[in-house]
């Protein structure tokens, strides 16, 4: 197996709260990844911490060859460690493939006569088996991109 990470750090013309609830509720993933095409069976609880956690399905589309495609089923763990500030998500695929994401989401600061905004720190731990590392590196930064992008349009609405 082999153990990649990468981290990200992107801005959003938007409050962090505002941003926070938005990547906390799973259905806002839909879209959000590019390979995120339903999320179901959502369970909302307390872990032994006393955080909220939510475990949930997600489905991620692969196209195989013009209208054939793949639906790979992830088991996903979420955790608002920090309330407001940090969300903590663990993905299992069952190509034996992990991922563990932290999201921090913190003001910007301040500008003369701008809002604030928020900045977004994304931390991507891969853990794959090795042959399929090429190909589930370049896809996990691919998808951190269009992340990135998707969630400043979605937040300048």
């Known amino acids: 197996m ?3 990470t990468f981290v990200d750090q992107f801005p959003v013309a938007a409050p962090p709260r505002r941003v926070y609830d938005h990547l906390a509720e799973p259905t806002n993933h839909i879209g959000l990844s590019p390979l995120i095409v339903a999320v179901r069976d959502i369970e909302r609880g307390t872990d032994p911490a006393g ?7 997600a489905v991620e589309r692969f196209t ?3 209208p054939l495609h793949y639906d790979n089923i992830l088991r996903v763990c979420q955790t608002n ?3 407001g500030r940090r969300l903590v998500m663990r993905v299992r695929s069952p190509a034996r493939v992990r991922v563990r994401f932290v999201m921090d ?3 910007a600061g301040t500008g003369v006569g701008h ?3 928020t900045v977004v720190t994304v931390s991507v731990t891969l853990q794959m ?3 399929l590392r090429s190909y589930v590196v370049r ?3 691919k998808v951190q991109m269009f992340r990135a992008r998707t969630l400043a349009e979605r937040m300048s609405c």
């Open 64 to 66: 195989v060859a013009g």
């Open 105 to 107: 989401v913190e003001p």
């Open 129 to 131: 088996p090795t042959l």
């Open 115 to 117: 809002d604030p905004g």
């Open 51 to 57: 955080q909220q956690e939510l475990r949930y399905v």
């Open 139 to 141: 896809t996990a930064r």
């Open 2 to 4: 082999r153990i990649e």
């Open 81 to 83: 460690t920090v309330p």
